[in-house]
């Protein structure tokens, strides 16, 4: 089994279930692989509601946990639909998958899980899916009145119409978007790819190439005789005086003078002694 690499809780695979269910769906089935630890199960998109029916009733994948939806813009059938299912008496999931394109609806599942009218509603807001079927197929995320689909690749990121508070009015209002020359032209090639073209400013560094670095120096530079420092006979001279002198310390710290010896203080004078044998 393939190491789970995202953080959903790790559930033990049940050995041979892959090889089961491929062999369950038959025609209906397109691939099947293995992909961190999960099944992943493509079907073709016009039996997507038979397929599911049957992993439900026969494998017990009772509940749809998610309806995902993923856009590819190079290909023919550009968006994926994702459905995630939970099995509660196995403790397991799979992936289902089938593709459609902007005019191909894929079948609604509303029959099998009432909840996927919520998650049909919300793929087709965000990438424009059309599920046939759904009885109640409107936006849910998005404003009124919004055009466009968000989550597509080609999507822009400042969206086609904007909405403020016009004090005139008193109201919001709803405008189209306007952008400066700058932000007019729209590259949706994903940045860590790589351009395929010359950015703005590259061709100026093929055109000028680095200089070359300059040639060694044929015999290297001495200092030999007071000549060849460029000093001077003056700045020698200040040189040898200021040497003899001291260190910059030492002319900065004059020498500490001898303490004065410390002068005692006259003694008192003592009482007159007392005359023996009585007052005088």
């Not at 006979?233 to 010896?261: E, I, L, R, T, Y």
């Amino acid at each position: 089994m393939a190491e789970v690499l995202h953080s959903a809780p790790k559930i033990a695979q049940i050995d041979g279930i892959a090889a089961a269910l491929a062999k369950a769906l038959g025609d209906m089935l397109i691939h099947a692989k293995e992909e961190h630890g999960e099944i992943v199960l493509g079907v073709e998109r016009e039996r997507i509601e038979d397929a599911l029916r049957l992993l439900r009733d026969e494998f017990e994948y009772q509940q749809l946990m998610e309806i995902a939806g993923v856009d590819y813009p190079q290909r023919e059938e550009r968006f994926e639909v994702v459905y995630m299912l939970l099995s509660v008496t196995r403790n397991h999931r799979i992936m289902v998958k089938c593709r459609a394109a902007e005019d191909t609806p894929v079948p609604t599942v509303t029959t099998l899980w009432p909840v996927a009218g919520w998650l049909e509603r919300e793929v087709f807001d965000m990438y424009g899916v059309l599920f046939a079927g759904n009885t109640d197929l409107r936006r849910i995320l998005t404003d009124y009145g919004f055009e466009g689909h968000p989550q597509r690749k080609d999507f822009p990121l400042t969206g086609y119409q904007e909405l403020r508070y016009s004090e005139e009015d008193k109201r919001v209002v709803y405008e189209p978007v306007k952008l400066a020359q700058d932000f007019r032209s729209f590259d949706f090639m994903s940045p860590w790819e790589g351009a395929e073209y010359v950015l703005p400013g590259d061709e100026k560094a093929e055109a000028a190439p680095p200089p070359p670095p300059p040639p060694p120096a044929s015999t290297p530079k001495t200092t030999d005789k007071p000549a060849d420092t460029g000093a001077g006979k003056q700045a020698n001279k200040a040189a040898a005086k200021k040497a003899s002198a001291g260190s910059p310390a030492q002319k900065k710290a004059p020498a500490k003078k001898p303490a004065a010896p410390r002068k005692k203080a006259p003694a008192k004078p003592k009482a007159p002694a007392k005359p023996k044998g009585g007052a005088a």
